[in-house]
């Protein structure tokens, strides 16, 4: 069934395909266009370099009018995720506009990484590092980017399966 | 400071304010021509005094519609333009109209009314048709509309934007759609788009709402299902009565009316209080020991002056001292001892002060507020003790009117003086906490003697306990005039 969120979200990935921002990628799950799997490189000259961050993002029939909800499935350490893989993120929340597309909520996600907001801490020991003790901060996301690599290997038969 | 004043002096005022005589003159003249009802509270010595009127909806959507009306001829702007400045800018007309005339383009720009010339959207309709950004449909160009910023969006993702920016309670705040566009969404837009009348009747109540909100000089009602609305010339934070629904509250804050305190202070003790509460809760009991005897003794009424039914010993309910003492030094009771030197003290001797000293205030304070629950009991026992004098011939109904009077004296009185403890925690030390907390045990010790003797006066008492509400409500004026923030 075709349905404004639905078309909205063939747009969203024929536009991801056709004019890919550098560093993410995203695609919507096998079975559901209302369920995605998307990817982020941690960006370069920062602690997360080199890391593969997973994400999910559940969009619901209200969409682009509300925003979706965008989680990390990989761990994450950051000041503005909380322990369970969510964001707080402004876009995501109150300044979501209905303009925005897939490629824009992955681009802002990734920026996020490269300049953390310490002002609204989702994960208090990191922003308190981030602030205070940036050499142990940069241990701290050295440890997460080397277990993005290991949960890359654990989930290589599923991913293999759902590209084919 | 003494009370007394000479015979001769007319009014309240000694020598060192002579130079308010001018001003005293003024008002005695104005007031006497003005108001002949004498048991009306008079502008000059009454630190309470406030002008208000109670409006239904109608007669504030009345007066709405004829300062929009106003400033529609004032800049020759549509009604819904001007409901949007003049909620924008606290429906402060000449404001508006002065700024306007200055330089509009900017106004209008910086009210976020009109896009700025650089953030025009350059997404033009070149053909017959367009494809919304939104919803992805190539549609006829006339299913579009913008705003002056000229971002495009179909109307019918206009109407679900509306939708959903309505149903989370905004109105006057709706913002175009465009990324990170902040031009405001003006009233005549939302309606000529939104397609459901429900919807739009939403809109509009909500909308009303947020109108007086932004409007200094109205106030709705705090009171449960009310729907009057407050007109204050001069957003003071002073009581108003709703006729309505018989709440009382502040003019300014909308909460529980709070002098001698200010908003702020009060916004912040009630905070602490919540905050606080597992740490207070074990000071709530309406029992205590007698401390001669140690009988348990209940508190049921709302004077601290108890007396032990065990052995007749007349004490004080919040400080167990003799109440022999507290005539001439109630003092002792009311105000908080500080450490002198307490700068010099652990951390550890610090934090077991301060909460010392916040327990000593809450106390005061939660006491006078169950007092004064307790006073309405004592506000029906007296009437049927009325009820039983006249019947067996002491008095007449009539005659024993004085003694409600005082137990509502009483009460207006007990008020105030709970208010005083949050002002009273929050004052630095020095002088003027001094002079605040000699008044406030005058006040005290007032109260109580009128406690004492409401709950057990005759009818021969009636000069008395005339005399005792008296001194009771000067004693609050003298220190809501010294202290109330006028
Ligand atoms: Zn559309
Ligand atoms: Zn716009
Ligand atoms: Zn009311
Ligand atoms: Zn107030
Ligand atoms: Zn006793
Ligand atoms: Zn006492």
Partial sequence: MSTPARRRLMRDFKRLQEDPPAGVSGAPTDNNIMVWNAVIFGPHDTPFEDGTFKLTIEFTEEYPNKPPTVRFVSKMFHPNVYADGSICLDILQNRWSPTYDVSAILTSIQSLLHDPNPNSPANNEAAQLYRENRREYEKKVAAIVQESWNDDEDDDDEEEGEKS | ?486
């Fill in chain 2, 1 to 486: 400071m003494s009370g007394q004043m000479s015979q001769e002096s007319d009014n309240e005022y000694s020598d060192d304010h002579i130079e308010d005589d001018e001003d005293e003159y003024d008002n005695y003249y104005y007031d006497n021509n003005d108001d002949l009802d004498l048991d009306k509270p008079k502008k000059s010595d009454d630190p309470e005094y406030f002008e208000f009127d109670l409006l239904k909806v109608e007669d504030v959507e009345r007066l709405l519609n004829e300062e929009v009306e106003a400033l529609c001829t004032s800049l020759k702007i549509t009604p819904s333009l001007a409901k949007m400045l003049l909620h924008a800018h606290g429906w402060q007309r000449s404001l508006i109209i002065e700024r306007h005339q200055r330089d509009p383009e900017k106004f209008l720009v910086d009210s976020r009314i009109v896009a700025d010339k650089k953030n025009i959207s350059q997404d033009n309709i070149m053909g017959l048709t367009h494809t919304c950004p939104i919803c992805v449909q190539q549609l006829s160009k006339d299913e579009f509309q913008a705003l002056s910023c000229q971002h495009l969006f179909c109307n019918e993702c206009w109407d679900m934007h509306f939708n959903i920016q309505i149903n989370q309670g905004l109105t006057t705040g709706i913002e175009c759609m465009g990324k990170d566009c902040k031009l405001l969404v003006p009233e005549d837009f939302i309606c000529g788009i939104l397609k459901d009348t429900s919807m739009r009747e939403k809109y509009f109540k909500f909308s009303f709402t947020d109108l007086i909100k932004s409007h200094s000089q109205l106030r709705f009602c705090p009171g449960p299902n009310c729907s009057i609305v407050v007109q204050a010339k001069e957003p003071k934070a002073k009581r108003v009565e709703c006729n309505m629904c018989k709440s009382t509250f502040c003019f300014r804050c909308g909460i529980d009316y709070h002098a001698p305190t200010d908003c702020d202070t009060i916004k912040k003790w009630l905070m602490k209080c919540a905050d606080d509460s597992e740490t207070a809760n074990y000071i709530s009991a309406n029992t205590k020991d007698c401390p001669k005897c140690h009988v348990c003794i209940e508190k049921n009424g709302g004077c601290n002056h108890m007396q032990c039914s065990k052995c007749k010993s007349d004490f004080c309910w919040m400080c167990l001292g003799e109440w022999k003492t507290h005539g001439s030094e109630y003092y002792e009771c009311s105000r908080f001892k500080e450490n002198p030197n307490i700068a010099n003290e652990s951390v550890h001797v610090q934090a077991r002060e301060a909460l010392k000293k916040y327990l000593f205030y809450y106390e005061r304070w939660e006491n006078h507020a169950k007092s004064l629950t307790l006073e309405e009991q004592t506000f029906k026992n007296i009437s049927t003790r009325i009820q039983e004098k006249v019947m067996n011939n002491e008095g007449t109904w009539i005659a024993w009117q004085y003694l409600l009077k005082a137990a509502d004296l009483l009460k207006k009185c007990r008020y105030s003086l709970q208010y005083t403890y949050p002002y009273a925690y929050y004052l630095d030390r020095g002088g003027r906490k001094e002079l605040f907390e000699y008044q406030q045990a005058q006040l005290e010790a007032e109260v109580e003697n009128l406690s004492w003797k409401v709950e057990r006066a005759e009818i021969s008492d009636t000069g008395e306990l005339e005399n005792l509400m008296d001194i009771a409500e000067k004693r609050r004026l003298t220190l809501l005039k010294d202290f109330l923030e006028v």
